[in-house]
């Protein structure tokens, strides 16, 4: 499932504090979104319906959990991004982010060494 930019911003929220009541979640996002008490919890509510997020109605106030991990999120947003935008070739993609930005010969060694272990 591909997040929504607005979706990472909550689950960011979710992550750092490992689970949150409606309150301590709108503190934490209100410097970054402007978001008020009903549009998180509006957020909340929708990212629950998809699975994204656990409410834990058994104690008052609710608290917010994240149902996945950050990473298990990296990885579908790069293995997403990696097919629809390079049919799925990491050596395409790779190879582009080289050719616009060079890497210091720190880098270059680090990712030989990286690709020695892989056995590409």
Not at 32 to 51: C, D, F, I, P, S
Request: charged share 30%; glycine share 6%.
């Amino acid at each position: 499932m591909s997040l929504s930019e607005r979706e990472w911003t909550v689950l960011d929220a979710l992550w750092k504090t490992g689970g949150a009541e409606l309150g301590v979640l709108v503190n934490e996002l209100l410097a970054e979104t402007g978001w008020n008490r009903n549009t998180v919890h509006t957020y909340l509510t929708r990212m629950e319906a998809k699975g994204l997020v656990r409410i834990d109605k058994d104690v008052t106030p609710h608290v917010y959990y994240a149902t996945t991990d950050r990473e298990s999120c990296q990885k579908n947003e790069r293995q997403s991004f990696l097919s629809r935008v390079y049919s799925g070739s990491a050596g395409d993609l790779i190879a582009a982010f080289l050719k616009e930005e060079p890497i210091s010969a720190e880098e270059r060694e680090r990712l030989r060494r990286l690709l020695d272990e892989m056995e590409v």
